[in-house]
């Protein structure tokens, strides 16, 4: 194909990508073609195909004149026609002996990915490459803010690496960048710098949440091709002055610090917060004053922890040392259960890894309730932890497959196993979509109460 564009200019390129919007790749070639194999052969032939790219004699067919990174990233379609997005954004493989000498100004990640047009297309399983249809265009350069935290999610993946600690990374270490498991099997590993030790296989990536808020801003306006180059606001919890003296972790901590040791009653005349004593969620509306410096309704919601998958949770311990209640997370999509059969792909393996922000509120007196702010940690879970989670998605999905979605299957909280499941629903009547046809009781993720007992004894 011809190439009627401009490859040193950004939107000579952006307004050309235009035109494979609601096309597939066999559109644009003969019947002869030999399609490339892989998971990245995708961009490989949109380059070749399209762009008129030979990537056999052009390592460096990703605009490089221009800036411009290319890459090509599956959508998939929920039950009820909504699309949304179906993995993580892989930004290269790390090699840990070269990554070793680089620093963030010149990590290939910095180099390619700072301005992306990102090409998303509707993943159909067992299509061929050829036939899958291209949806959005998306000329995305990352924000300052995001660079900001992304500098420091590289620096903490960089110290691993230096210090020989690569077979320790995980993907909850970071907020939006993150050194994602790369291979088809566990076993898959690599030298790493420093250690003998191997270390699994890993890519840079931005992680699932980030890139769900991008889908979010091209169906927030309306287009199948946008660009972001004049990025609005979101609702933010930090801010970017904020950001070029401290990292997102030191801006929270130090907003939690002048508070630590007060009671219910102390903090909410200190926030100026009108709580009903009966309030089921007072201590989570205290901590979320504190943590959006009264700026937000939820911080889960806001932009840094929408972007990063970060979650706050509050916690409270009694004077005897114990935790009564266990935690909830979300409802098991059982639809997401049935179509993936790879735990690394899962939503689950994505909550369990983000990172989390606990807020622990410890009793003074026994059976007084007198609570005070106690402590707050970022905390990930261990990679032994992970495994157990692995077993625990696996035992989900053999039920949800064989339609036998009951509490008498799932694990319960009495084995003891970290993690259980158990009914979430409003009422009798709350009922889900069984994949296998009809409804079914709503489940739920649970952190054993056990289990956030040793979390926070052990920070």
């Not at 790749?25 to 961009?43: P, Q, T």
């Not at 689950?348 to 005070?372: A, C, K, S």
């Not at 299957?409 to 158990?422: E, K, T």
């Not at 979509?433 to 739920?444: E, L, M």
Request: charged share 25%; with cysteine.
């Amino acid at each position: 194909m011809n190439k009627n564009y401009d490859s040193t200019d950004i939107n000579s390129i952006f307004n050309y990508s235009k035109g494979l919007l609601n096309h597939t790749l066999r559109e644009f070639v003969s019947s002869s073609y030999k399609a490339r194999k892989g998971k990245g052969g995708l961009g490989e032939m949109v380059e070749e195909i399209y762009f008129g790219y030979d990537k056999n004699n052009n390592p460096e067919a990703d605009f490089s004149v221009a800036g411009v990174e290319l890459k090509c990233t599956p959508l998939k379609k929920s039950k009820k026609g909504e699309l949304l997005i179906k993995e993580r954004l892989v930004c290269g493989m790390i090699d840990y002996v070269e990554e070793a000498g680089k620093d963030f100004e010149h990590s290939h990640f910095y180099e390619k990915c700072r301005l992306m047009l990102l090409l998303f297309y509707l993943h159909i399983a067992q299509a061929e490459p050829l036939d899958l249809e291209f949806l959005f265009s998306v000329l995305w350069k990352l924000p300052e803010k995001d660079l900001l935290i992304i500098r420091n999610d590289y620096n903490i993946i960089h110290d691993k690496i230096i210090k020989g600690l690569a077979h320790t990374l995980t993907e909850g270490d970071t907020l939006y960048l993150s050194a994602c498991r790369k291979g088809s099997k566990a076993s898959d590993v690599t030298k790493q710098f420093n250690s003998d030790i191997p270390a699994p296989t890993r890519a840079f990536s931005l992680k699932t949440a980030y890139m769900r808020t991008i889908l979010e801003y091209v169906k927030k306006n309306k287009g199948n091709a946008i660009s972001n180059i004049k990025l609005p606001k979101g609702k933010e919890t930090v801010s970017v002055e904020e950001l070029r003296s401290f990292n997102f972790e030191e801006i929270i901590f130090s907003r939690f610090k002048p508070h630590i040791g007060k009671n219910e009653k102390q903090l909410e005349n200190e926030l100026d917060l009108d709580l009903s004593s009966n309030s089921k969620n007072k201590f989570f509306q205290i901590a979320n004053a504190i943590a959006g410096n009264k700026k937000c309704g939820n911080v889960n919601h806001s932009e840094e922890f929408q972007k990063s998958g970060l979650m706050m949770k509050t916690i409270r311990v009694q004077a005897n040392g114990k935790i009564k209640e266990a935690m909830s997370f979300e409802n098991i999509d059982y639809q997401e259960i049935f179509d993936n059969d790879n735990w690394y792909d899962s939503r689950l393996y994505e909550i369990f890894t983000n990172r989390f922000l606990f807020v622990v509120y410890r009793e003074q007196t026994p059976n007084t309730g007198d609570y005070v702010l106690d402590k707050i940690f970022f905390w990930t879970m261990p990679q032994e932890d992970i495994k157990i989670a692995e077993s625990y998605w696996n035992d989900i999905r053999k039920n949800v497959l064989g339609n036998t979605i009951d509490s008498q299957y799932f694990w319960s909280a009495s084995l003891g196993r970290l993690f259980h499941v158990r009914p979430k629903g409003r009422n009798s009547n709350d009922l889900a979509d069984n994949p296998h046809g009809g409804k079914c009781k709503k489940f739920c993720y649970w952190f054993n109460n056990e289990y956030i007992t040793s979390i926070v004894n052990n920070d």
